[in-house]
């Protein structure tokens, strides 16, 4: 029967989910369990395309893409894969009938991952950042709003906001293994190699400024969703915190992380805050 391969699927959405980042599978747990499992379809597929390009160093990079890339086309027309991932992704892409626009916008930006390594111009920038995180919040935004198009249209700007922020801290906090291991770099008209913090409060006061318009669109999120969003907001916030508070040296050389400690301290406080209807 097919619900025991897809219900094998979902698990192994799940488990990469939280094989790979503990601290948004956290926040996945405080959303509905209605839309948490879409949301764990979601991130497999767009953990395992970021794996190739970022991680198989050993293997014929292009190659695996292109099979992956042949493979999701074939889920979405066929609704099913035994790939169990994109099988979970392609539930979830029909389930809410999730754009191509957004999948194609996706697979773009991982396939620049494959060669390019410096992005000089802010329109270059701004498109990698489109494709490769403020879809992932549009895919997501499809399933907050459960088909409502016109709140979907509403939220639409804070949602890509939101995943522009996300992105850029971590690229902010990756500047290390982006730079050193896979010779990339990101922000336009930046020298990493002379990241002084003249340069690196530009990059955060734009963060900032995603993360002041991504707020605005939490507020409004159905109930659904809310605690979920703000309890990712509330760790990406924290992190950028903590970046700030960072010598522009001390980046370039570490990974800046928040403790497990802290995190549980700031989960409680975001329970509260739900709870007192404070967001």
């Known amino acids: 029967m097919k619900s025991i391969f897809d219900k094998v699927s979902f698990n192994c959405s799940e488990n990469v989910t939280k094989s790979y980042s503990t601290s948004f599978s956290s926040a996945v747990k405080m959303l509905a369990p209605s839309i948490r499992q879409d949301i764990y ?12 390009v970022d991680t198989f160093h050993d293997y014929n990079k292009e190659e695996l893409f292109q099979m992956f890339e042949i493979d999701l086309e074939n889920s979405l027309k066929n609704k099913i894969s035994l790939n169990p991932i994109l099988n979970s992704f392609q539930h979830t892409v029909n389930k809410y009938q999730i754009p191509s626009e957004l999948i194609n916008a996706f697979m773009k930006s991982m396939k620049l991952d494959l060669s390019k390594k410096e992005y000089h111009t802010d329109d270059e920038y701004k498109e990698y950042i489109y ?12 399933v907050f709003v459960n088909g409502d ?13 939101l995943g522009s922020a996300f992105q850029k801290v971590n690229f ?6 982006d730079f050193e291991d896979l010779s990339r770099t990101y922000f336009p008209n930046t020298d990493l190699t002379q990241l002084d913090e003249t340069s690196k409060n530009i990059i955060i006061k734009e963060i900032e400024a995603d993360f002041a318009e991504g707020y605005k669109g939490i507020q409004n999120l159905p109930i659904e969703a809310k605690f979920g969003v703000y309890t990712a907001y509330v760790y990406y916030k924290k992190l950028l915190s903590k970046l700030k508070k960072t010598p522009s040296t001390e980046i370039k050389n570490t990974r800046i992380r928040v403790p497990d400690y802290q995190k549980y301290g700031l989960f409680a406080k975001c329970y509260f805050s739900y709870k007192l209807n404070i967001i």
């Open 149 to 161: 198009d016109t709140k979907y249209k509403t939220l639409e700007h804070s949602a890509m906001r």
């Open 41 to 52: 379809n979601i991130y497999g597929f767009v953990r395992f395309a970021d794996e190739i």
């Open 172 to 177: 902010l906090r990756d500047l290390k293994a």
């Open 131 to 142: 494709g490769s995180a403020d879809v992932v919040g549009l895919m997501c935004l499809k």
